[in-house]
T-cell receptor, first 117, second 113 residues
Framework: AQKVTQAQTEISVVEKEDVTLDCVYE???????LFWYKQPPSGELVFLIR??????QNEISGRYSWNFQKSTSSFNFTITASQVVDSAVYFC??????????????FGKGTKLSVKP | DTGVSQDPRHKITKRGQNVTFRCDPI?????LYWYRQTLGQGPEFLTY????????KSRLLSDRFSAERPKGSFSTLEIQRTEQGDSAMYLC???????????FGSGTRLTVV
């Protein structure tokens, strides 16, 4: 069965600190997709990144970076120099491959990040 | 295009009543998904449409739940004889086949009293 585990329920940091959100997944598929979403207090899920299982290159986008390691089934997310606006719940998700594209998402329970000024 | 729209944003209903939610996806998106999110949990998949065809339903979707997507455009999710356990945020998402990610709406928060 597919599963996503986000072991950190809540993290609190002070502004400008770096923070890493952990994500471990389980799947028997050889082709799958991994996602990170941000859910601010307004409730809308904001897409951050998608990775397919064949692309293990790490990615950096501004202050955000992602570390995908198939060997440990992990897809961790790091925010550098955190800001108060980064405060939100962050979800890692997994989807299987449906004919070459993503299927429905299986989410972790989320990590609530609080960035204090 | 203003993204995925959901209506209403909030709904309070008495136990036993029926409720219907609407989702308007991004117009060119052929896939539409419904998810349910309870407090402190990640969203859970309910059902999925490709155009007007409902291709997959989760076991979470009991007989009291029904979803439609006539003409492959907007979708409705109806819950009959609501129960307190149905209280949750109901999220709609849409995507294009092969596209990068899903676009989620802001959700409908249902409270059953």
């Amino acid at each position: 069965a597919q599963k996503v585990t986000q072991a950190q329920t809540e993290i609190s940091v002070v502004e400008k600190e770096d923070v890493t959100l952990d994500c471990v997944y389980e799947t028997r598929d050889t082709t799958y997709y991994l996602f990170w979403y941000k859910q601010p207090p307004s409730g809308e899920l904001v897409f951050l990144i998608r990775r397919n299982s064949f692309d293990e290159q790490n990615e950096i986008s501004g202050r955000y970076s992602w570390n995908f390691q198939k060997s440990t089934s992990s897809f961790n997310f790091t925010i550098t120099a955190s800001q108060v606006v980064d405060s939100a719940v962050y979800f890692c998700a997994l989807s299987e491959n449906y004919g070459g594209s993503q299927g429905n998402l299986i989410f972790g329970k989320g990590t609530k990040l609080s960035v204090k000024p | 295009d203003t993204g995925v729209s959901q209506d209403p944003r909030h709904k309070i209903t008495k136990r036993g009543q029926n409720v219907t939610f609407r989702c308007d996806p991004i117009s060119e998106h052929n896939r539409l998904y419904w998810y349910r999110q309870t407090l402190g949990q990640g969203p859970e998949f309910l059902t999925y449409f490709q155009n007007e065809a409902q291709l997959e339903k989760s076991r979470l979707l009991s007989d009291r739940f029904s979803a439609e997507r006539p003409k492959g455009s907007f979708s409705t999710l109806e819950i009959q004889r609501t129960e307190q356990g149905d209280s949750a945020m109901y999220l709609c998402a849409s995507s294009l086949t092969g596209a990068q990610g899903y676009t989620f709406g802001s959700g409908t928060r249902l409270t059953v009293v």
